[in-house]
Nanobody, 120 residues
Framework: QVQLVESGGGLVQSGASLRLSCVASGRPFNRYAMGWFRQAPGKEREFVAA????????DYEDSVKGQFTISRDHTKNTVYLQMNNPTPADTAVYSC?????????????WGQGTQVTVSS
């Protein structure tokens, strides 16, 4: 089992920077690819970004490409989502997830999510 706990969400003004964190425990963190997802009220859950177990490969949803950056620190068992210049359109519950293989689509473990609210 892998347990994931997100933090770093909150209320921020449009244009401010925000960094979300996801701490993993239970199984070796460095063996899992990690992803970030978000879900706004009344909308379907959306893929945001992913990073391979080694950190060498990343993938982004087109709408956040160049704005958000995913990274990981194996010494801290933590994956990050750096959110630069967020807008109210980025308001959502952000969740991290883990999967055993970069090549598979399904994620095996999910965190509880952290709320990000961006004011205009």
């Amino acid at each position: 089992q892998v347990q994931l706990v997100e933090s770093g969400g909150g209320l921020v003004q449009s244009g401010a920077s925000l960094r979300l964190s996801c701490v993993a425990s239970g199984r070796p963190f460095n063996r899992y690819a990690m992803g970030w997802f978000r879900q706004a009220p009344g909308k379907e859950r959306e893929f945001v970004a992913a990073i391979s177990s080694s950190g060498r490969y990343t993938d982004y949803e087109d709408s956040v490409k160049g704005q958000f950056t995913i990274s990981r620190d194996h010494t801290k068992n933590t994956v990050y989502l750096q959110m630069n210049n967020p807008t109210p359109a980025d308001t959502a519950v952000y969740s991290c997830a883990a999967k055993a293989r970069w090549s598979v689509k399904q994620y095996d473990y999910w965190g509880q999510g952290t709320q990000v609210t961006v004011s205009s």
